[in-house]
């Protein structure tokens, strides 16, 4: 009987006995996406180009020409044996990799929802978006601007000369670099005239700031909104039009009175009054656009005339809602924010 080479046979039987013990080891103690990284490499150990299989192979050569086919059948059983176990365990891994991915994403809807307290809008926030709506309605167009302005801006292209009294009734804050935070929404109105040809239609909300000591009805920040028509042919009977069917759409059927005013960058103009709950209350100013401030733009007051109104909206939402002191808007007290 013609002799082996030292433990080849035994070799093989032990090479698969020790590859199945690994793999089913893997399962055990590992992860499923771990445990499939084994797998692969446990494959490249035994069944590689450079593995065991194959160096248990490369004895071979030395075998009797009658025992090789024994042999290589052993080696073939053997090769068949490991890769199928191999693709047996990674298929098995694969299950249970998708079942722990499955588990740690399912969503159980029968169970009781996580609570969200819901939201409410500040009541100075849906009294702009009130405002914004019924002047949208009439054509008017959303502008905005900086709340840091320079003082062209925010006076004198609306005819505050440098000596103009009406500047001391601003009560500026003015910053280190010489601009100053703007005392009304009227500077959108300049640059809006700045980029825009006419006919203009534009509503201008906003913040702004002036220098004022904080009581029941008086803050230094504070909102405002104002609008601006230029066109040909505008009068002040399309301005009392306007302001009447805003404040209807605002107040519903109260009395309106216009009382003669003064602004720098209007002329006439006027104070505008609703009778509410039995008294008179002032609720904006208004009036036809001064010839100078169109001249500051490159309007010609020849051509085109135009109306500007503009209103505190913290007076609108005190008034509407019925608050008694201007500080609550600002406080975040939610006993007070949660009654709207």
């Known amino acids: 009987m013609t ?11 032990a090479l698969r006995q020790d590859a199945e013990q690994a793999l089913a080891h893997l399962a055990d103690t590992l992860t499923p996406t771990v ?22 192979l490369g004895g071979m050569g030395k075998l009797a020409v009658g025992d090789r086919p024994r042999i290589g059948a052993l080696a073939n059983e053997v090769k068949e044996a490991l890769q199928q176990a191999l693709d047996q365990q990674r298929a098995t891994l694969q299950t249970a990799q998708i079942q722990a991915q499955l588990a740690a994403e399912t969503l159980d809807v029968t169970m009781p929802g996580v609570y969200a307290a819901q939201g409410r809008v500040h009541p100075l926030n849906s009294t702009i978006d009130q405002v914004l709506d019924i002047f949208m309605g009439l054509g008017y167009t959303v502008a905005q601007g900086p709340e840091m302005e320079t003082d062209y801006y925010n006076f004198q292209a609306l005819n505050f000369l440098p000596d103009h009294p009406a500047r001391d009734m601003q009560d500026t804050l003015y910053l280190p670099d010489g601009n100053l935070l703007r005392t009304h929404t009227s500077n959108v109105q300049i640059r809006y005239m700045e980029n825009n040809d006419p006919p ?6 906003g913040r702004c700031y002036r220098r004022d000591t904080v009581d029941a009805t008086h803050s230094a920040v504070f909102h405002q909104v104002e609008i601006l028509a230029v066109d040909e042919g505008l009068t002040f009977t399309d301005l009392k039009g306007t302001v009447k069917v805003f404040l209807e759409a605002l107040f519903g059927e109260v009395p309106i009175r216009f009382r003669p005013s003064y602004f720098p960058f209007t002329e006439p103009s006027a104070e505008v009054d609703v009778q509410w709950k039995g008294r008179w209350l002032e609720v904006l100013g208004c009036g036809m656009v001064d010839p100078h401030v169109f001249k500051s733009v490159g309007y010609d007051p ?3 005339t135009g109306f500007a109104a503009g209103f505190g909206v913290e007076r609108l939402a005190m008034v509407l809602h019925q608050i008694d002191d201007i500080r609550r808007l600002y406080n975040s007290d939610l006993r007070f924010l949660r009654q709207f």
């Open 35 to 56: 445990a499939l990284e084994q797998v692969e490499q446990l494959r490249v150990k035994y069944l590689g180009k450079k593995g065991q299989l194959a160096q248990v």
């Open 200 to 205: 203009v239609r534009i509503v201008a909300p």
């Open 3 to 13: 002799t082996l080479p030292p433990n080849l046979e035994e070799q093989l039987i």
């Open 302 to 304: 020849e051509i085109y």
